[in-house]
Each structure stands twice: as C-alpha cells, then as structure tokens.
C-alpha cells in the first residue's frame, strides 16, 4: 500500500476504520519492500508486466467487464452463445454434457439487481473445468466469478440484464468475440438488430417482492459504480 501512495495511486486522504487516513497509517511504513525477502517484489521489478485482470468494453458491457486473464492460453475468443438465465440451469446443462468445445457460455440475471446481490458462479466455472472445458470454451456472466477460475472466463457484465443490458439481449447460438488484449467484449449482431431487440425486451419480474432482498434489489446501483446502494455517496 505504501509503494502505491508513493507512486500516486491510492487517495492519501481516504479515511479507514481507524478514523486516521490511509496516509497517517502508512506514515512509518517504508517506501520499498526489505532487500531480504522475495514475496513483494520492488516498484522497478514487477513480477509481470501487467496485471492479472483485464477491463473489457464492447456493445456487450457498455459500461465495461473484468476479465482474469493471467494463464488464459489464448485471450481471444470467438464462438456461439449458449445461454442461462441463472446459474442453476447453467450447471445443469454443463453436468449433461450439454456444453460443447467452441461455446461462449452466458449466466446472465445474476447480477446486483438480478441476483439479487451478483452471486458467485463458482459452481458452474467448476464443473467447466471439471468436464475437461477450461480450455476451449469461454464464460461471460453479469455475476462474479472466483479468484480461483481458469480459462477465458468473464464477470460484473455492465449493465447486467435485469435493467436490459445487451446481455440479456444475447440470444441462443449469437456469435460473440472476447479479446482481451483488445479490451473487446462484443455480440456480433448488427446495430440494427440489436437496436430491435432491445426495442422488444421487457424486464422480468422480480425474484423478491418483499423483505431485505427485495429493498437490496430495487436500490442497487450497477456493479461498474460497486453496486452501492447510495449512488449519491460515491
């Protein structure tokens, strides 16, 4: 933390928990890791070049996606769309073989409205990589995804589909483009078509009518602003 403060790139000022700023807690805490250990490495030797997540745009994440992409053999990736709406019927069709070499597979409604709460698709990145898929298929979601996933695989698609993002305009067997050293995330329809079909999508019902999720869900803000649920505090 203290060689980002020195380097410009965290905000000093932000006040923590303890009630003192990030800069008076880093206050006695050295520039420079010591000489004698090798875990974090000096501001002049990264261990790579770049960092292990990558933010895609396209007219499938308008307001931007992360990408892991650090062990990903290729970074690009073009191939039909199969689609969920959820999770759950996701893994099912990944368990029955369902889900074949060359797909982009799409879990979309899971994400901070939709979800509620942008839930982690730990299962069905999992059962990919359990099925002897982590190589050639691809996975883009409006949820989240866990540090431990492999493969091409793509999360906090903004805006998701329940406020009718282009995601939940994907439809069964679209082509779709990931390139990560382009920042591309993209569905590979026309302008026309797509400006048709959003023309015609509708939102879904909520999952929740009452209680806390259904307050979360109605309150929530995209998750490319954090998925806060006071946007006038950001």
């Not at 380097?7 to 928990?17: F, S, V």
């Not at 990030?22 to 960092?51: N, T």
């Not at 396209?58 to 191939?79: C, H, M, Q, S, Y």
């Not at 509620?116 to 698709?121: A, D, K």
Request: hydrophobic share 40%; charged share 20%; proline share 6%.
């Amino acid at each position: 933390m203290k060689m980002l403060l020195a380097h410009d790139l965290l905000h000093g000022d932000a006040l923590t928990i303890t009630g003192q700023t990030i800069a008076e807690v880093l206050k006695d805490v050295p520039a420079e890791p010591q000489p004698d250990q090798d875990v974090i490495h000096r501001w002049s030797k990264p261990l790579y070049e770049q960092g292990h997540l990558a933010i895609l745009k396209g007219n499938l994440a308008t307001e931007g996606a992360v990408a892991k992409i650090t062990g990903v053999k290729d970074p690009r990736f073009t191939g039909p769309a199969r689609v969920f709406d959820s999770e759950e019927s996701c893994l099912q069709a990944i368990l029955s073989g369902e889900i074949k070499p060359g797909a982009v597979v799409v879990i979309r409604y899971e994400g901070p409205r939709g979800g509620p709460g942008m839930r982690e698709m730990l299962a069905p990145t999992s059962a990919i990589i359990g099925a002897g898929l982590g190589d050639v298929v691809a996975l883009i979601t409006d949820g989240r995804f866990s540090g431990g996933t492999y493969g091409l695989v793509v999360g906090h698609v903004a805006p998701e589909a329940a406020v009718g993002g282009t995601i939940a305009l994907v439809e069964e067997g679209d082509s779709i483009t990931i390139d990560a050293e382009a920042r591309l995330l993209q569905l590979d329809i026309s302008a026309e078509e797509l400006l048709r079909r959003r023309a015609l999508w509708r939102p879904r019902p909520p999952r929740y009518t009452r209680g806390v999720l259904a307050k979360y869900a109605s309150l929530v803000s995209s998750s490319s602003l954090g998925a806060v649920t006071d946007v006038e505090a950001i």
